[in-house]
């Protein structure tokens, strides 16, 4: 029996030019970088420049990833944006990346999961290519979260950076086994009771303003392992694989010990795991396409390898999806 899966063609990664390191946060608020270090593993952050905008980060991702994909910006037909920072309250986001790529036809809009955000655009994306509404994809996480920090605030603002990845995805025919290429399964929750353990204080209906990030983290932190376990142990029962089976494990990179923690939890081998926040801190939906770009990038994720993809965030959201490479 043949099904259609959604393959990945293509990956690209974007930060911005100015990198903030602990030692220059030390300098701003009362912190360190040995503080910063040991309780996140982050070293440094990329933040954006005066005028440079969501749209920009992500469309400097999308080229790379068109580029990687051996595609024009006219391919494409469907374009999702995976941003909690966009760069208006209305048009999409989405829609400007459409227009600065060149493209005029076919759809786009944005995704707001937070965090899971790439996740939940990835598993939209494949069920539109699977349900022959589009042909091929830009799957877009992109975020300038330092617009929404609280700079006076040691505790949100060291966590955050600002960066864009993106993935060209296609149609293609599988023989229905896990040894196809592509999207094999993606498993998403919520649950709305968690909204003020992370959030932003502000938004057009409630105050008529951005607001700021503000977050519970040891709350964030408590739920965090077992939501990530939730989701990856769906999405092995689903294929019947296992943590064995996995060639990579490619989180969101929001903090170091949350990662090592799930990833025990799940017996996944720590070689396994894709970790590039010490670079580039916590990019929310931008983060595992940064990470994956960058496996792909140095030769560790090769084709035929199974990846799984993980990710939680405010809402809470939190979503896994396995891809056979």
């Not at 390898?305 to 896994?320: C, H, K, N, P, R």
Request: overall charge negative; aromatic content about 6%; proline content about 2%.
């Amino acid at each position: 029996m043949t099904v259609k899966r959604s393959i990945v063609l293509g990956t690209g990664s974007y930060l911005p030019a100015r990198r903030l390191t602990n030692n220059d946060l030390a300098k701003m608020v009362d912190t360190s970088d040995e503080w910063i270090v040991q309780r996140t593993g982050i070293h440094a952050r990329h933040i954006a420049a005066d005028g440079e905008f969501t749209s920009d980060l992500a469309v400097a991702a999308a080229r790379k990833a068109l580029d990687a994909a051996g595609c024009q910006p006219t391919d494409i037909d469907l374009i999702i944006l995976a941003t909690a920072t966009p760069d208006n309250t209305f048009p999409a986001t989405a829609v400007t990346v459409q227009h600065k790529l060149g493209i005029s036809s076919g759809f786009a809009f944005d995704v707001h999961a937070v965090c899971s955000g790439f996740v939940y655009a990835l598993a939209t994306a494949d069920a539109y290519l699977r349900g022959g509404m589009a042909k091929r994809a830009l799957v877009i996480g992109a975020e300038t979260f330092s617009r929404i920090l609280d700079w006076e605030d040691r505790t949100t603002c060291v966590l955050f950076g600002d960066g864009a990845g993106a993935i060209v995805l296609e149609a293609s025919e599988g023989e229905g086994t896990t040894t196809d290429r592509g999207v094999l399964t993606s498993h998403l929750r919520s649950d709305g009771a968690h909204r003020d353990k992370l959030y932003v204080d502000g938004g057009p209906s409630t105050t008529q303003t951005v607001g700021h990030l503000r977050m519970q983290g040891k709350e964030v932190f408590r739920h965090a392992v077992s939501m990530i376990t939730d989701v990856v142990e769906a999405a092995f029962e689903a294929t019947g694989t296992d943590a064995e089976a996995l060639d990579w494990f490619i989180p969101h990179q929001a903090n170091r010990r949350i990662i090592d923690a799930s990833a025990k939890k799940l017996g996944i081998d720590p070689d396994k795991i894709v970790v590039t926040l010490e670079d580039h801190g916590n990019t929310s939906a931008a983060s595992i396409p940064l990470a994956l770009d960058q496996a792909v990038r140095d030769g560790r994720v090769k084709r035929g390898d199974l990846i799984m993809l993980e990710a939680m965030g405010g809402g809470f959201t939190w979503g896994a999806s396995l891809v056979r490479w």
